[in-house]
């Protein structure tokens, strides 16, 4: 039997399970690469990490990237680079933050009022930015059956690093059932086996809402 490492470099972790599985954290440290001498290229991405989140990607110059200690010349030329394309072509099409319930009650609003029950899955990067949202199954009126093994092979498919659940119940009460515990107990479980961990259950009925995780 192979036993694989219990520690998986984030460029190693890129190429098996694609940038989307990776925090904010490691993707600084595969940009990073290696630190300088004496420095830990774990805390170089945190400092510049510390640093975008102090100024705004927006507001940081090539000087404050070159500021940082272990960064030189080259390093902060590719880092101050990435940080400018990103500016260009991606933070205007970013897709939708879903890091508290409350942001992802605004992504359920088409389920909401529905008579029947949808059980709606929510794929998340490793940034916790929306992937994709799927309607996994429609029920009756009173109950929706789901099964693991259609969660996650639209998660794996989505190569997703987490994921929120959610349905609505018709009957308009946030009650939450043995059923919608079993479902979430199930659904962790899977997700601990795949490495795709479950953020979140959420039950809407109406404008209300409640976590049955």
Same mark, same amino acid.
């Given at each position: 039997?192979?036993?694989?490492?219990?520690?998986?470099?984030?460029?190693?972790?890129?190429?098996?399970?694609?940038?989307?599985?990776?925090?904010?954290?490691?993707?600084?440290?595969?940009?990073?690469?290696?630190?300088?001498?004496?420095?830990?290229?774990?805390?170089?991405? !945190?400092?510049?990490?510390?640093?975008?989140?102090?100024?705004?990607?927006?507001?940081?110059? #090539?000087?404050?990237?070159? $500021?940082?200690?272990?960064?030189?010349? $080259?390093?902060?030329?590719?880092?101050?680079?990435?940080?400018?394309?990103?500016? /260009?072509?991606?933070?205007?099409?970013?897709?939708?933050?879903?890091?508290?319930?409350? !942001?992802?009650?605004?992504?359920?609003?088409?389920?909401?009022?529905?008579?029947?029950?949808?059980?709606?899955?929510?794929?998340?990067?490793?940034? /916790?930015?929306?992937?994709?949202?799927?309607?996994?199954?429609?029920?009756?009126?009173?109950?929706?059956?789901?099964?693991?093994?259609?969660?996650?092979? #639209? $998660?794996?498919?989505?190569?997703?690093?987490?994921?929120?659940?959610?349905?609505?119940?018709?009957?308009?009460?946030?009650?939450?059932?043995?059923?919608?515990?079993?479902?979430?107990?199930?659904? /962790?479980?899977?997700?601990?086996?795949?490495?795709?961990?479950?953020?979140?259950?959420?039950?809407?009925?109406?404008?209300?809402?409640?976590?049955? #995780?």
């Amino acid at each position: 039997m192979i036993i694989e490492s219990a520690t998986v470099l984030p460029r190693e972790k890129l190429v098996k399970k694609g940038a989307g599985a990776l925090s904010d954290l490691e993707l600084l440290q595969v940009v990073i690469g290696s630190g300088g001498k004496g420095n830990d290229f774990k805390q170089i991405a !945190k400092n510049l990490n510390a640093l975008v989140n102090k100024l705004g990607a927006e507001n940081v110059t #090539y000087a404050d990237v070159k $500021a940082i200690k272990g960064i030189g010349e $080259a390093k902060a030329a590719v880092i101050f680079a990435a940080l400018e394309f990103w500016k /260009r072509r991606i933070i205007k099409q970013a897709a939708p933050l879903v890091d508290s319930p409350e !942001k992802a009650v605004e992504l359920l609003s088409h389920i909401k009022n529905k008579k029947q029950e949808h059980f709606v899955l929510l794929t998340l990067n490793g940034a /916790r930015r929306l992937i994709n949202s799927r309607v996994v199954t429609i029920g009756t009126l009173m109950s929706s059956l789901v099964h693991p093994r259609e969660v996650f092979s #639209y $998660a794996i498919e989505d190569r997703a690093a987490s994921i929120i659940v959610a349905h609505n119940h018709p009957s308009g009460f946030l009650d939450i059932s043995d059923n919608d515990r079993e479902v979430t107990k199930r659904l /962790r479980q899977v997700g601990d086996i795949v490495g795709i961990r479950l953020d979140d259950h959420i039950i809407v009925a109406g404008d209300e809402f409640v976590s049955a #995780y």
